[in-house]
């Protein structure tokens, strides 16, 4: 099956760094999107990781472990306009070509 | 000018009336989704549509139908639907069908709050 799983909420402080987890089950996989949602607005795209390892944008950073069938999406340096809902997304290898969604971890950065 | 506009951005609609969600998108994409987002929920593929063909339906029940006459323009026609469909609907665009960076990245409408009383 497919199914991608992440922690509903997370909630740090300004100028923290907090790390959003997504683990996967699928029986073929391309690569870990994520997206950032604020409220009443359009989830907007992050990163995209197809290879193991980290990439960086920015105060963003995504990792990817296909071996352990895990991700995560990095934020440095907290600023108040990042709370939002986060989502990882999966391109998953099933016939499909269109991406499978966590059910997102809503991040509160608090003062 | 957004680059995917929806219409309407809330609608409230009775169990046996029909009404209609608009997609448009100023990208020059190729692709075309629905997708339904319900709170505590995942995003929910519903359909995709590629150079005006669908290649998706995640079997949906027949009371939505979508409609899809060229590249940039997607609709979802609603008629008989029930409470329990009430969510968010999202309409995305990308160039290809893949989902990462400079092919396939989701560029997404801001929805349509539909109610079903």
């Known amino acids: 099956g497919q199914s991608l799983e992440q922690p509903s909420e997370v909630t740090a402080v300004e100028g923290a760094i907090v790390q959003i987890n997504c683990t996967y089950q699928?029986?073929?996989?391309?690569?870990l999107s994520w997206y950032q949602q604020h409220d009443g607005g359009a989830p907007t795209f992050l990163s995209y990781?197809?290879?193991?390892g980290l990439e960086e944008t920015g105060r963003f950073s995504s990792f990817l472990s296909r071996s352990d069938s895990y991700g995560y999406l990095l934020l440095q340096e907290l600023q108040m306009k990042d709370s939002a809902s986060y989502f990882c997304?999966?391109?998953?290898?099933?016939?499909?070509?269109?991406?499978?969604f966590g059910s997102g971890t809503r991040l509160q950065v608090q003062p | 000018e957004t680059g995917v506009t929806q219409t309407p951005r809330h609608l409230v609609m009775g169990m046996t009336n029909k009404k209609s969600l608009k997609c448009e998108q100023h990208?020059?994409?190729?692709?075309m989704y629905w997708y339904k987002q319900s709170a505590k929920k995942p995003l929910e593929l519903m359909f995709v549509?590629?150079?005006?063909?669908?290649?998706e339906n995640n079997s949906v029940p027949s009371r939505f139908s979508p409609e899809c006459p060229n590249s940039s323009h997607l609709f979802l026609h609603l008629h008989t639907l029930q409470p329990e469909d009430s969510a968010l609907y999202l309409c995305?665009?990308?160039?290809?069908?893949?989902?990462?960076?400079?092919?396939?990245?989701?560029?997404f409408g801001e929805g349509s709050r539909l109610t079903v009383l």
């Open positions: 990208l020059g994409h190729n692709a």
């Open positions: 549509y590629n150079f005006k063909e669908q290649t």
């Open positions: 699928t029986s073929g996989f391309y690569g």
């Open positions: 995305a665009s990308s160039q290809g069908l893949a989902g990462g960076r400079d092919t396939g990245e989701l560029f």
């Open positions: 997304a999966g391109d998953m290898d099933t016939g499909r070509r269109a991406l499978t």
């Open positions: 990781n197809a290879l193991d």
